[in-house]
């Protein structure tokens, strides 16, 4: 494994990452920080988290984990493991995770954290917000 821990350029979440053929930039589809939900617990269908990081140069063990800052032990929802060798300190290294069918049980405050050799390189907070349900036969035009 390599000694340099990687710096953050980015960590961004959307709806959708689709990287153009030829050119292999990225273009980020429905960028959000929240999502919200009358009940619970929900489903969020997919969701992708990018990332963009320079400084690196070897081995690297990954990981990309949603956490539960809910929760005293910040459980982890969602947590995936990968290593790749990087070659150049200087370039900017993307990459993107797509996320699917992730359940929230409740309203709250969670966070992306994105490890490289078990340091943390990037982090980002993710809401999620209960939404207010009028109750029957209030509200709307009679």
């Known amino acids: ?6 710096e953050s350029n980015a960590i961004v979440i959307c709806d959708h990452a689709i990287q153009e053929v030829g050119t292999g930039k990225w273009s980020l589809i429905g960028i959000f920080s929240q999502i919200h939900s ?8 997919q969701l992708c988290v990018y990332l963009n990081f320079t ?15 809910n929760q005293e ?6 947590r ?4 790749g060798d990087l070659a150049d300190m200087l370039a900017h290294n993307e990459m ?7 359940q929230f049980n409740h309203a709250g405050k969670y966070e992306f954290r994105f490890w490289a050799n078990n ?11 209960q939404l207010e349900q009028e109750p029957p036969g209030e509200g709307g035009d009679a």
Not at 96 to 102: P, R
């Open 1 to 6: 494994m390599s000694g340099q821990t990687p």
């Open 38 to 45: 009358a009940q619970f617990p929900v489903v969020h269908r």
């Open 55 to 69: 400084d690196a140069q070897g081995h690297y063990d990954f990981r990309l984990e949603l956490i539960n800052l």
């Open 73 to 78: 032990d910040e459980s982890a929802l969602v």
């Open 80 to 83: 995936i493991d990968g290593e």
């Open 96 to 102: 993107v995770f797509n996320l699917q069918n992730i």
């Open 119 to 129: 340091t943390i390189v990037a982090q980002k907070v993710f809401r999620v917000i």
